[in-house]
Nanobody, 131 residues
Framework: QVQLKESGGGLVQPGGSLRLSCAAS????????IGWFRQASGKEREAISC?????????YYADSVKGRFTISRDNVKNTIYLQMNSLKPEDTAVYYC???????????????????????WGQGTQVTVSS
């Protein structure tokens, strides 16, 4: 079993930055991928960025965050990060990380997105972008 725990959310002004962390414990994620999802109030959950757990660490981004958000991983710390720059009010949401040993990053973020219930989920962290 894998436990995921997000941190780093908070209140930030438009144009500001935050870095979210997703720490994995219980087992090392050597297969599949890990992704960041978000769900705004009254909206469906959406996949925003994913990274493969092994190999070249292929990354994928939703169009809404491309060029502003960067996903990265630290295999020593078993942690995934989401650096969020140039934040906008529409980025306000609860952000979740999810992991699955059976899907590569492209499948998780681009092909399947939120239509699949992935194996492991964190509890979420609130990000609020407001002046």
């Amino acid at each position: 079993q894998v436990q995921l725990k997000e941190s780093g959310g908070g209140l930030v002004q438009p144009g500001g930055s935050l870095r979210l962390s997703c720490a994995a414990s219980g087992s090392t994620l050597n297969d599949g991928s890990i992704g960041w999802f978000r769900q705004a109030s009254g909206k469906e959950r959406e996949a925003i960025s994913c990274i493969s757990s092994r190999g070249d660490g292929s990354t994928y981004y939703a169009d809404s965050v491309k060029g502003r958000f960067t996903i990265s991983r630290d295999n020593v710390k078993n942690t995934i990060y989401l650096q969020m720059n140039s934040l906008k009010p529409e980025d306000t949401a609860v952000y979740y990380c999810a992991a699955d040993r059976h899907y590569l990053a492209e499948a998780m973020c681009i092909i399947l997105g939120s239509r699949v219930t992935y194996e492991f989920w964190g509890q979420g962290t609130q990000v609020t972008v407001s002046s």
